[in-house]
């Protein structure tokens, strides 16, 4: 697609909107050529007599003379009002015909993209700190901000990365992933702007999910207390859960935070009240601004018992709500906030619509929240085809089982009900499924005090979630031996999340504890089971782990319940000699087909499935140990995990001391970027191949090994 | 009042809050019918008057109202009545949204009037007074030092000569 920057004389020659009989000749021109193309070429045009852009998302992407004048946010500061909207509907074409391509975060992004214009035509990053919370908002961020060309790479392997990366560009403040993190570290950036005596501008963007964390609330009081010069803007869209929490749509508020939210959006008569006690005091007349502003003050009082001003009980100035989608106003308000010398820490309150602009996602029930490659037109995405389900539905599905058979099971989980399965679990039983919002610590607590009353919780959390609550894990848990159900999904790597999704740590953090009960099922069937042993342990609690991915084909229990297995038994899957490999999880199947691959150069080797970390299948071990040379551990866990405990057993009953040779495979000491999930275990070195090839190795046949395809 | 407008910063911000607060006294001050009729348009509709409902209608009674709306002002049933639509559809969001349609309510009984609506969109607030409280505030505490903040703020200005 040619691009030919316009010359700036045929720009400026566009007629003005104010002119309404000019509109049907407005026309955004790339260039002669590119205009007379395509019929009247019209893809992007402003509404006549209103203020918004309507954008045909049908056909190729369309022409963004504006967009492609700007690389940096330094071309972006003499755009007018009526340029910078232009550029946002520019932006918003950008975004979805991007994201349709490479798959990816696409509502979040197209709610603040008048955000992000607005930001970057105030504030001058890579100086001035622009901090995204979680950051899969941030498409337009980086598209303007130097990375436009490489945004069909996003989420892929080499590629950019899906949330802001520090490595990645100066104009990323701060890396982000998990939530509720950015008030924390604008803060720390503030303060430290303050100590060295410099002069730029710190912000952090939050939405209303994120702020219902713990640690936005810890952020907001301490930045109340030091009173430093800080903007926080909330973006708020009123959906609280993510949109996939419920199979219905987003999830009714689930907290007593969003109706404060809810408050603040209407009271309009509050305000008023404050505005009045403003006039009064300037009728007064006289006077100097400490009398105005204490009149403020106790007028805010009187209204805060209406729970309207729980951020000023905080210390933050509160501005809003204002429109999140008109670029005059977000500009008019931050260069008054970025004027004033002395704010003290700001919070601006917006709201925005999720997939603003885009129809089909503004019309999806989850409002294309996460999506993979679609078609711009229609919205409708391009999913694979695959003769299983995901790991998580079939967790889904024994979960709903246990709980048919017993009706003390409960399911927990921190504001992921699509992600976690749990929707269906709540559809099927809602007064037995609790989403405590965006809370990890207090989902492991909550859960821990139902399991004192003889309930059956079950904590479905992500593996690197599930690292913010394990304090609670290991002190309200695990100390007291509460029997807790932790199910942890995307364990392992994760594709194209990154690192900061990754499960790596999960069997390290939960295996050194003393009374957990550690397994980790091989395929799906093997998951089924083992939900329904952890149904069964009532005494400890108990964890098991499953990736991020759909199952390989196993033949499930029938009705899809499972039996409880054996606690600390693993088993034995294929006999050989020589050489065993112990496979942790779904390595299992990885070291299924190292096997087969061996078989070709005439090995034959054990494969066993480990099923438990803890309590070890100390047995199984002891047999492996006496009956052959090599014994191979495999886990994609990072170090601390499987193959140390069963190193340390080794150790301890002098198996060591003997003919054995003992290798552990586990994940590098370093994180693995995002990319796709087989460029990922390449490069972490967890393939069949890579274990083939270790088996050679060890049989001092190194050359073979060389020689794997 | 000198001294109210004697603050450089805000002058400009106060002057124009001192006009636009005139300009809402005088309305909610029985203006002359002649000033009225000098008014380009008499007053304008509010969003029920649009859509032709009363204030008290239910949810589905605005629901159907605004069918009917988009169906007869439709760009594609009916060329030129673009505009028509685009508030049709606007008075059906806030109208439909039991917060923002409080929030209007509250407006239209306070009398929010046409020279407002400039500076507001039907539910939001009025930030630009917010931003003059803020300024207030500032001014008050700025010199006191209680605050961490407050103290790194004057040491640097201090060292900046």
Known sequence: MALQASPPSVFRAVPTFANASCRRQFQVQASAAAANGGGDGKMMWKEPGSDSWKIDYSGEKPATPLLDTVNYPKHMKNLSTPELEQLAAELRAEIVHTVAKTGGHLSSSLGVVELAVALHHVFDTPEDKIIWDVGHQAYPHKILTGRRSRMHTIRQTSGLAGFPKRDESAHDAFGAGHSSTSISAALGMAVARDLLGNKNHVISVIGDGAITAGQAYEAMNNSGFLDSNLIIVLNDNKQVSLPTATLDGPAKPVGALSKTLTKLQSSTKLRRLREAAKTITKQIGGQTHEVAAKVDEYARGMVSASGSTLFEELGLYYIGPVDGHNVEDLVAIFEKVKSMPAPGPVLIHIVTEKGKGYPPAEAAADRMHGVVKFDPTTGKQFKPKSSTLSYTQYFAEALIREAEADDKVVGIHAAMGGGTGLNYFQKRFPERCFDVGIAEQHAVTFAAGLATEGLKPFCAIYSSFLQRGYDQVVHDVDLQRLPVRFAMDRAGLVGADGPTHCGAFDVTYMACLPNMVVMAPSDEAELMHMVATAAAIDDRPSCFRFPRGNGIGAVLPPNHKGTPLEIGKGRVLVGGNRVALLGYGTMVQACMKAAVALKEHGIFVTVADARFCKPLDTQLIRELAAEHEILVTVEEGSIGGFGSHVSHYLGLTGLLDGPLKLRSMFLPDRYIDHGAPVDQLEEAGLTPRHIAATVLSLLGRPLEALQLS | ?161
């Open chain 2, 1 to 161: 009042m000198s001294s109210v407008c004697a603050r450089p910063v805000g002058m400009g911000y106060m002057a124009g809050g001192a006009r636009s607060q005139q300009r809402r006294r005088a309305a909610r001050v029985r203006v002359p019918a002649a000033a009225v009729a000098m008014a380009p348009t008499a007053r304008a509709e509010t969003m029920y008057e649009l859509l032709g409902v009363e204030e008290t209608a239910e949810p589905e009674v605005i629901k159907a109202a605004y069918r009917r709306a988009a169906r007869r002002w439709h760009p594609d049933a009916c060329p030129g009545g673009a505009e028509r639509f685009m508030r049709a559809r606007e008075a059906y969001e806030v109208l439909s949204d039991p917060e923002r349609r409080r929030g209007y309510d509250i407006q239209l009984r306070c009398g929010a009037g046409g020279g407002a609506q400039a500076a507001r969109r039907a539910g939001f607030a009025d930030w630009e007074a917010q931003l003059a409280g803020l300024q207030w505030r500032a001014a008050a505490h700025g010199r006191h030092g209680e605050t961490w903040g407050s103290r790194m703020r004057h040491a640097t200005a201090q060292a900046q000569p």
